[in-house]
């Protein structure tokens, strides 16, 4: 039988989506339209970042899609991002906090620093 390349298997034993759906540089006004067309053709895993600054718009469309039944939070996999400006510790906790408020979602599936880079920054995102 062939290996079943649409998921990757994770350490935890849970399956992250090959191919998701990337935000950056994604037009305001315009993201959200790509997410919902994404979803309706099958995209699961959806990537984001705090500093690509359309983490609302994109929650809007998730929020949407999960209530009206188009799809179930845990069959997506959402992926955002630490920004530099908040690797120190008492800064990340609230920098997830306000992504998740954004996205309109209890969890993400994955949480990445951005850049393995911090900067000395007031908050920037």
Request: hydrophobic fraction near 40%; include cysteine.
């Amino acid at each position: 039988m062939a290996e079943d390349r649409r998921t990757v298997g994770l350490h935890d034993g849970s399956r992250m989506p090959s191919v998701a759906l990337g935000t950056w540089k994604a037009e305001k006004d315009k993201v959200g339209e790509a997410v919902a067309a994404a979803l309706e053709f099958g995209y699961r895993h959806i990537d984001c970042a705090a500093i690509y600054g359309n983490e609302a718009e994109v929650g809007e469309v998730l929020d949407k899609a999960i209530r009206s039944g188009t799809v179930k939070r845990e069959d997506l996999f959402i992926t955002t991002k630490l920004w530099n400006s908040e690797h120190c510790h008492a800064r990340v906790k609230p920098a997830l906090e306000k992504s998740l408020q954004r996205l309109k979602l209890d969890y993400v599936d994955l949480y990445l620093m951005h850049w393995p880079i911090a900067l000395n920054l007031p908050h920037a995102v």
